[in-house]
């Protein structure tokens, strides 16, 4: 072969990226889907490319998606009789719109059930939370445009950045995966300021309904505590959904489960973890609550002792020599103030208090030196134990 006919290709790691694509059957899946078939490229195929395309560490725009594949074995990728040229921007904005109109929440579902269905992977448990992706641009309508816009389009705003960039606008993204991340299940784009403690019960319940009409066990849902709360729980409770989830510190059920010193302690083979459990019952119904402390957190938690025992303090400090400054109508009147501002003091410090009176006189006028006594509330001042 003479040596201007030869021609390099690099395939790199996208051929198997490819072969687990058609090992998993997304090009077949979205095929058998679309109605228009006659396409010279189908929608599963562009689907492929852009797959490609996107893990191919390029970052470029849709109409130079030709130019990223002039150099790739696009026949072995993608399939025979397909170029690079065949791969415009017409042709890839044409699926964008097909996998919009039938629903990509809906196509992601189905393609992982029969992933998850070829490479033998079971769906429990399930590892649910939410992310953001922060953008750049205005990302404005014009007035009376909004009527225009496709209602399920999700909203491009402000909103808790976990890239702590609040500056710019962001979109989210919930997603359900199996253990450890191995096989996405279930995925749902959200407004850029979506809450979790809504949006996260939305997503569970949707997948197990998802699950039970595939015929696959539901398993376990596993999300963080932005999904706890009282609403939530009883509503899983009623549904069915089987969870697992971390308990947030501020109920007062949480507070005085961790103060609890059980009786007996389970303990993991190397001494570094031990636990206790608890059965709770909660208006929500019973849930069955583990608490779990570490060596090393043990370790952390003894080294801030002393910087948050000096916050306190001073916190106390202020908050008494405001309360010493105050005028009651009488002595009783102080001690009740008193005594209601110390039932959230912390039980390492003490306060000692005394009230000191001053008469008040019907007239004007100097009273007599005898009487010259101050009736003023005194400073209090904690004193450590």
């Known amino acids: 072969m003479a040596p201007e006919e030869m021609g390099i290709e690099r395939l790199d790691h996208l051929g198997i990226v490819a072969g687990m694509c058609r090992e998993i059957g997304l090009v077949d899946y979205l095929d058998a889907r679309d109605e228009h078939t006659h396409e010279r490229v189908s929608v599963g195929t562009a689907t492929l490319a852009m797959i490609l395309n996107g893990l191919g560490f390029a970052n470029r725009r849709m109409y130079l998606v030709p130019q990223f594949f002039a150099t790739k074995p696009v026949a072995h990728l993608l399939g025979a009789g397909i170029s690079a040229v065949d791969l415009h921007d017409e042709c890839l904005g044409r699926t964008l719109d097909w996998l919009y109109a039938h629903n990509p929440t809906a196509l992601c579902a189905g393609i992982a059930a029969q992933a998850r269905r070829r490479v033998g992977v079971s769906s429990r448990p399930l590892h649910v939370d939410t992310t953001s992706f922060s953008v750049r641009g205005a990302y404005a309508f014009e007035e009376g445009e909004v009527d225009e816009v496709d209602a399920q389009a999700i909203a491009i705003t402000y909103g808790y950045s976990r890239d702590h960039r609040a500056d710019l606008k962001q979109w989210m993204l919930a997603l359900a995966t199996t253990q450890e991340g191995a096989i996405p299940v279930f995925l749902r784009p959200l407004d850029g300021n979506a809450s979790d403690q809504r949006e996260l019960a939305q997503i569970i319940e949707a997948l197990v309904t998802h699950l039970r009409e595939a015929g696959d066990d ?50 993991s083979a190397d001494r570094k973890t031990w636990w206790f459990t608890r059965r709770m019952d909660l208006p929500q119904g019973v849930e069955r609550w583990i608490v779990v402390a570490t060596q090393p957190g043990e370790a952390r938690a003894h080294a801030s002792v002393p910087r948050r025992a000096q916050q306190d303090r001073e916190q106390w400090e202020r908050q008494l020599w405001h309360l010493g400054n105050q005028e009651f109508a009488c002595q009783a009147d102080a001690e009740i103030e008193l005594q209601r501002r110390l039932k959230t003091l912390p039980a390492w410090l003490r306060v000692e208090s005394r009230v000191s009176i001053r008469a008040q006189y019907a007239s004007k006028g100097h009273p007599p030196r005898e009487l010259n006594r101050s009736v003023k509330a005194g400073r209090r001042k904690p004193r450590p134990p």
């Open 218 to 267: 539901e398993g376990v849902d596993v999300a963080d505590s932005g999904v706890y709360s009282a609403a939530n729980m009883r509503h899983f409770a009623q549904t069915g959904v089987r969870w697992i989830s971390r308990v947030p510190e501020t109920s007062r059920e949480a507070k005085a489960l961790a103060r609890e010193e059980p009786a007996h302690w389970q303990t």
